[in-house]
């Protein structure tokens, strides 16, 4: 994200330095990887999380790319806490979808609570995708993207959350508050994306609030792509679920991703996480 300057800024750029990793869960169904850039001023941390776990018998996956704005305060804090909330939530299985909304507010809440002796406001966006046995739901705040391959089809399975989506300029303005352009279309001429994690001096326009799509994963879907938009800036959506349909690795396939972005100019802060349905058993 743009518009915060750091305040190191070393006349030769520190080597961008990606990480990677992967998985594959219990009953083999699906696999995941992830890769992560965090180059020149941003500091080392992945903003990501991936875990397995199974809950009343049925295996769980649960998958994020957290993208920190004005520092990685609230990103950090995101991806420490936000499935641990969720596993916690009484509906979680009961009541996925309706867990998730309350999980991303209360941890929203927990977060300002926490940062109150914080004088500068930091923010996170959230693109999650929680796995319950074969049922997919995505919730996304800001403008990290879910794209998801069915039969070779890229399906954006996010709106990315920007102040000048007309239904998101509309509920800023209700609340009291501006859109306006400074380089882009920003909240109070400040944040380039509408909803978040943090921001506190925002919040009652840049709101926590996720927007939440359910995907049954039958025997058409290939593959899902969580990623920050140092991504999605650079490659289109179909373009980036072509360059990795053959690709059955998905730590694989998250690292071409990744490449792909950096090596197209977007030198900051790229984080992918691929995972792929696995329908041969
Ligand atoms: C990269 O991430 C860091 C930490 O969250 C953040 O402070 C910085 O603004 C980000 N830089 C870019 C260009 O997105
Ligand atoms: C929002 O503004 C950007 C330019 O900053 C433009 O590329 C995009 O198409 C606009 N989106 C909408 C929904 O108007």
């Not at 006349?11 to 990887?33: A, C, D, M, R, T």
């Not at 074969?134 to 996010?158: E, P």
């Not at 059955?248 to 792909?260: F, H, I, V």
């Amino acid at each position: 994200m743009s518009g915060y300057n750091s305040v190191f800024n070393p006349s030769q750029p520190e080597p961008s330095v990606p990480i990677n990793g992967g998985g594959l869960s219990e009953n083999k169904k699906f696999s995941y990887g992830f890769s992560s850039l965090r180059g020149k001023r941003a500091s080392m941390e992945d903003f990501h999380d991936t875990k397995i776990s199974k809950v009343d018998g049925i295996i769980v996956g649960l998958f994020g790319v957290f993208d920190g704005h004005g520092g990685s305060r609230a990103a950090v804090y995101v991806k420490q806490n936000l499935f641990k909330n969720l596993l916690e939530h009484p509906q979680f299985v009961t009541d996925t979808k309706v867990a998730i909304a309350e999980t991303y507010k209360q941890t929203d809440n927990e977060y300002l609570k926490s940062e109150n002796n914080q004088h500068r406001d930091a923010g996170s966006t959230a693109s999650t995708a929680v796995l319950v046995g074969d049922r997919l739901l995505v919730a996304n705040v800001g403008d990290s993207r879910a794209v998801i391959c069915i039969a070779g089809k890229a399906i954006a399975l996010s709106t990315d959350h920007k102040p000048n989506r007309s239904d998101e300029r509309q509920r800023i303005e209700k609340a009291g508050g501006v859109v306006m352009w400074s380089g882009t279309w920003r909240v109070g001429g400040v944040l380039a994306v509408s909803r978040a994690f943090g921001d506190r001096l925002l919040k009652k326009y840049v709101v926590a609030e996720p927007e939440i799509q359910d995907q049954l994963i039958t025997s058409d879907v290939e593959f899902l792509v969580l990623a920050s938009d140092g991504l999605w800036d650079v490659v289109s959506n179909q373009d980036a679920v072509t360059m990795v349909q053959n690709v059955q690795d998905a730590q694989e396939a998250a690292k071409r991703l990744t490449d792909e972005a950096y090596k197209k100019g977007s030198a900051d802060n790229i984080t992918c996480v691929v995972i792929r349905f696995h329908h041969n058993f």
